[in-house]
C-alpha cells in the first residue's frame, strides 16, 4: 500500500503541512472578506540507503554448474535483498546509513500491552489513529508469524467464538483479519510488535533499481569471478501519526 517513487536522482524533499491550511465562513455573499491563513510547512527529505552484496564464485563452481547458475544467482540475490528491504522498512534503526524504520520513527504512535494483546489494546491503536484524524477505512496490519496464536486464540468477547484475527487462505502475505483488517505477515517484523496503519501515507523511493554486474577479474590468479549487486532505496514516512505499534 506504500507509493513508489522510481527513477529517482539524489535526495527529493517532501513538502509536509503540520497544521491546517484554515477557513473563513462567509457571512455575507459579496461582503465577507476570506481571511489569510499560513500553514506550518515543512519537508521530509528522502535519501536512498545502499544495500550492498558481493559473491565470489570459483571456477571449478562455474565449470560443473548448469548454464542456468547465473539466472539463480541473481534470483537469489532479488529475494534476499527484497527481504532486506522489508526488514529495514519495518525495524530499520535509522542509524549507521539505515532506514528509520516504522518501529523507530519519531511520531509513531505507540500502545503497550503486557503479555499479549488483547481486544482493548487493538481498539486503543484504532482510536489513537482516529484521534489523528487518520482514515480508519484504509488499515492494514503487519505482524510476525510467532504471533499468530496471540490473535487467534484471544477474543474480543468472553466465552465467544469471536478471535481477534480471523484466519484465511494465506494470498501475497495476507494471512487473516485483525478487526476487519488486512493483516500481514513476515518474519522482518520484529517478534512482539504489531504494527497497523494507513501505508498509502508512507512513500518508497528507488535510485535506479537492483543492479547485478558480473566481475570476471573478481580474483584472477584464482580463475574466479563475482556478481556484485548494488540496490539504492529510501523510505519516508509522510504522515507518522497514521501508524501506532503495539509492543509490551
Do not use: C, H
Request: aromatic share 8%; proline share 4%; hydrophobic share 40%.
Amino acid at each position: 500500500g506504500m507509493q513508489e517513487m522510481n527513477g529517482l536522482e539524489g535526495d527529493v524533499t517532501i513538502p509536509v503541512a503540520s497544521s491546517a491550511s484554515g477557513t473563513t465562513v462567509m457571512v455575507t455573499d459579496g461582503t465577507t472578506q476570506s481571511a489569510e491563513t499560513t500553514p506550518t510547512l515543512a519537508n521530509k527529505t528522502l535519501s536512498p540507503t545502499y544495500l550492498a552484496d558481493v559473491i565470489p564464485v570459483s571456477y571449478k563452481f562455474l565449470q560443473q554448474s548448469t548454464p542456468d547458475i547465473e539466472q539463480y544467482l541473481r534470483r537469489l540475490i532479488g529475494q534476499t535483498f527484497a527481504s532486506k528491504v522489508d526488514q529495514q522498512v519495518i525495524a530499520g534503526s535509522g542509524s549507521s546509513g539505515q532506514i528509520d524504520g516504522y518501529l523507530s520513527a519519531s511520531g509513531i504512535g505507540a500502545v503497550t500491552y503486557t503479555s499479549a494483546p488483547t481486544f482493548a489494546n487493538l481498539v486503543s491503536a484504532l482510536e489513537t489513529l482516529g484521534a489523528a484524524n487518520v482514515e480508519i477505512n484504509n488499515l492494514s496490519w503487519v505482524i510476525n508469524p510467532a504471533n499468530i496464536s496471540d490473535l487467534v486464540t484471544a477474543v474480543k468477547y468472553t466465552s465467544t467464538a469471536s478471535p481477534l484475527m480471523d484466519l484465511q487462505s494465506e494470498v501475497d502475505n495476507e494471512i487473516g483479519r485483525t478487526l476487519g483488517y488486512r493483516t500481514f505477515s513476515t518474519t522482518n517484523m520484529t517478534s512482539g510488535s504489531y504494527l497497523v496503519g494507513d501505508f498509502s501515507t508512507s512513500i518508497l523511493g528507488g535510485w535506479g533499481g537492483l543492479e547485478i554486474s558480473r566481475n570476471p577479474f573478481y580474483d584472477d590468479r584464482r580463475f574466479s569471478q563475482s556478481f556484485n549487486a548494488l540496490l539504492p532505496v529510501g523510505m519516508a514516512i509522510v504522515q507518522p501519526t497514521a501508524f501506532v505499534k503495539l509492543t509490551a
